[in-house]
Structure formats: C-alpha cells, structure tokens
C-alpha cells in the first residue's frame, strides 16, 4: 500500500543515537503534509525501537534523504518545537508521528 | 566524592578522517548509566584530518561549546555565521530552535584537535545564536581563567544559557590553584595535557576526568606541567 520512498531515519537529538533506519529496519513509510504539520506513518514490526521512540517523543529529528542525478544530497529535518503528536497502533504495528517543523539544507 | 573516569575508559572511534573518544553516550555509543553529569551531555575529543570534516547537519535546544586545541576549524551555521576558530578562541552556539551547522579543518596540511561540549540548556525554544571569544592564553597560568559563563560578564567570556561557567587552566609543576564549591553543585575536570592531584589524593593523567560532587574546597596541584578544564555545574 505503501509507495516507496525515500531514505528516511529517525534520530535522538540529544547525542545523535540512531533509533530508526528505513534501510536498516527495512519498513515502508509515508509522509505527508497535515494542515500545517508534517505526518509520517511508518509501518515497523519493531515494538522495543517504538518504545524507545515513544520515551524519547520530545527529542525526535527525523530526517528524509533524498540524492538527486547530480550526485547532491538534499536533506530534510523534520522535527516539533514541542512535543510530537505521536501514538503506535499494535494491531497494525503502525507508528505515526506529527511534527510542526522543517528545515532542508544539501550536503 | 571524586569519582575518576580514566581516559581509556572513554569510547573511541577511529572512522579514517576523524578519531574521536566520547566521554559520555554519543551516536553508536550508548550507556544508560552515562549519558550526563548535570546539564553536560556531551564532550568529545575530536582529532580530525586535514580537509576533512562534519557536514552540515542540525541540532536544536543545545548549547554547544567548541575548543580548540591544536590546528584549525571553520565554523558555518544558519544563522550566517561562519569563523575560523584557533587556540585561544572558544565558541558557544545556541542551537535553541533549531540551526543547521558545519565544521571543517581548512588546512590542508595539519590536523585539528578540539573538545566539543554540548549542554542542556536553561530553557527550550531559544533563539539561535553564535559568539566567539578570545581569551589571553597567558591570564590562564597558575590560575583558574573563566572562558564560558553565564553569570561572569566580560568581553573576552562566552555568554551561555544554563548556570555553569567553565575555566580554563594551565599549571605549572608543583604549582596549586584551588577552587571553592557552592552547596549542591558539582565539578567537572578534564586533564588536556599533564598531570595532576586532587585534594592531595587523586591522581589524574592526560584525558582523564573526574566528576566531583560534595566537594566544597578542592586543591588541585600540577604534578607534572598540565592544562585542564574545569566545569562549575549545577
């Protein structure tokens, strides 16, 4: 269901841990645009790494990695000047997260 | 208490164009039982190569202190920042609501050595900023010379925002310098260079560090010529 997409993670502000990979814990996600915030649903079958993310929700950066042809790397920091809103439904093992901030720079 | 944390007990990592040695949990390194002392969160000993560096990349609601040691590093931020930062010279950035930041080792030819401190700090959501100081090498001989303080107001000391004021200092062999604690706070001691014994008991080499607590009267005395840092924290 599913598109395809980018690479995207999920790291701890403080200290720059790495708490969720789309490549490393190989799941799908999508992104889009919630009135003026940004709504990531990601589906991931990991319930000790959501835990993890769900203790930290207040220090979140969520990035998106996009590579153009030119071999330039755009980045993406999507994260809450608050607190995300975010909740985990078991039954699908679908997380999402709400996030009112976004800041691009390349690399 | 004085509690020592040896240099080799700090994590390292050698990726090629940077070493580094964490004294606290940072990226691949995570210890539930050391994230912190008080509001400091981080401080890594980088040695990076010459035309090597760290890309642009964010932070948000730190407050972040570089110190170099040796070499050069360019600094470039967000906000339109963007210096050259050499021994002598300390830098804090607010990272406060979010900035997007590099730092780079101009040189071509000799390595960068600095320390990088990253605090909580006093309140979320501040504006970012940036700010560089030079301090007089040789107002740090023999005594304690603040650098970074929020409560010590001077021109050549970086303002920051949470309650702590760090020092630099270079003693000369057998030579004390003495630092009096308040009730309830806490110290924090880096050896860069040297050697040194605390209160006439603890022996600290290059790289250690002590994380003191209780202590309201604290003797340092250079056994052999050294340069530390020392943090005042709540």
Same mark, same amino acid.
């Given at each position: 269901?599913?598109?395809? !997409?980018?690479?995207?993670?999920? $790291?701890?502000?403080?200290?720059? $841990?790495?708490?969720?990979?789309?490549? !490393?814990? !190989?799941?799908?996600?999508?992104?889009?645009?919630?009135?003026?915030?940004?709504?990531?649903?990601?589906?991931?079958?990991?319930?000790?790494?959501?835990?993890?993310?769900?203790?930290?929700?207040?220090?979140?950066?969520?990035?998106?990695?996009?590579?153009?042809?030119?071999?330039?790397?755009?980045?993406?920091?999507?994260?809450?000047?608050?607190?995300?809103?975010?909740?985990?439904?078991?039954?699908?093992?679908?997380?999402?997260?709400?996030?009112?901030?976004?800041?691009?720079?390349?690399? | 208490?004085?509690?020592?944390?040896?240099?080799?007990?700090?994590? +390292?990592? =050698? *990726?090629?164009?940077?070493?580094? &040695?964490?004294?606290?949990?940072?990226?691949?390194?995570?210890?539930?039982?050391?994230?912190?002392?008080?509001?400091?969160?981080?401080?890594? @000993?980088?040695?990076?190569?010459?035309?090597?560096?760290?890309?642009? *990349?964010?932070?948000?609601?730190?407050?972040?202190?570089?110190?170099?040691?040796?070499?050069?590093?360019?600094?470039?931020?967000?906000?339109?920042?963007?210096?050259?930062?050499?021994?002598?010279?300390?830098?804090?950035? +607010?990272?406060? +609501?979010?900035?997007?930041? &590099?730092?780079?080792?101009?040189? @071509?030819?000799?390595?960068? =050595?600095? %320390?990088? %401190?990253?605090?909580?700090?006093?309140?979320?959501?501040?504006?970012?900023?940036?700010?560089?100081?030079?301090? @007089?090498?040789?107002?740090?001989?023999?005594?304690?010379?603040?650098?970074?303080?929020?409560?010590?107001? &001077?021109?050549?000391?970086?303002?920051?925002?949470? #309650?702590?004021?760090?020092?630099?200092?270079?003693?000369?062999?057998?030579?004390?310098?003495?630092?009096?604690?308040?009730?309830?706070?806490?110290?924090?001691?880096?050896?860069?260079?040297?050697?040194?014994?605390?209160?006439?008991?603890?022996?600290?080499?290059?790289? @250690? &560090?002590?994380?003191? +607590?209780?202590?309201? #009267?604290?003797?340092?005395?250079?056994?052999?010529?050294?340069?530390?840092?020392?943090?005042?924290?709540?």
């Amino acid at each position: 269901m599913m598109t395809k !997409q980018p690479h995207f993670y999920i $790291r701890h502000a403080i200290g720059s $841990r790495l708490l969720l990979d789309s490549i !490393q814990h !190989q799941f799908g996600y999508a992104l889009e645009p919630h009135s003026d915030k940004w709504k990531f649903t990601i589906e991931v079958n990991r319930p000790d790494l959501v835990e993890e993310i769900m203790d930290l929700k207040a220090e979140l950066n969520l990035f998106v990695i996009e590579n153009d042809l030119d071999g330039i790397v755009q980045k993406w920091w999507y994260y809450d000047s608050g607190e995300p809103a975010i909740a985990f439904d078991q039954t699908k093992n679908v997380l999402t997260i709400m996030v009112d901030s976004k800041k691009g720079y390349t690399v | 208490m004085i509690q020592v944390y040896p240099a080799e007990s700090r994590f +390292t990592a =050698n *990726h090629g164009w940077l070493k580094t &040695s964490h004294s606290f949990s940072f990226a691949d390194y995570y210890d539930p039982n050391n994230l912190q002392f008080g509001p400091l969160r981080v401080l890594n @000993d980088d040695f990076v190569a010459p035309d090597n560096g760290f890309g642009a *990349h964010p932070h948000r609601d730190m407050e972040i202190v570089s110190i170099v040691l040796k070499g050069q590093l360019k600094h470039q931020d967000s906000t339109g920042g963007a210096e050259v930062l050499r021994p002598g010279e300390i830098q804090r950035m +607010t990272a406060g +609501t979010g900035v997007v930041h &590099s730092e780079f080792n101009p040189s @071509d030819t000799e390595e960068v =050595n600095f %320390l990088q %401190l990253w605090f909580m700090p006093e309140a979320k959501g501040l504006a970012p900023s940036y700010e560089q100081k030079a301090y @007089d090498q040789a107002a740090m001989k023999n005594k304690l010379l603040p650098v970074v303080s929020n409560r010590i107001k &001077s021109d050549d000391i970086a303002f920051i925002h949470q #309650d702590l004021t760090l020092y630099l200092s270079e003693v000369e062999a057998k030579q004390t310098v003495s630092f009096q604690q308040a009730a309830n706070r806490k110290i924090f001691l880096f050896v860069i260079e040297g050697e040194l014994m605390l209160n006439g008991q603890t022996r600290l080499t290059r790289r @250690d &560090s002590a994380r003191i +607590t209780g202590v309201s #009267d604290l003797k340092i005395e250079a056994k052999a010529d050294a340069h530390f840092m020392l943090i005042d924290l709540p």
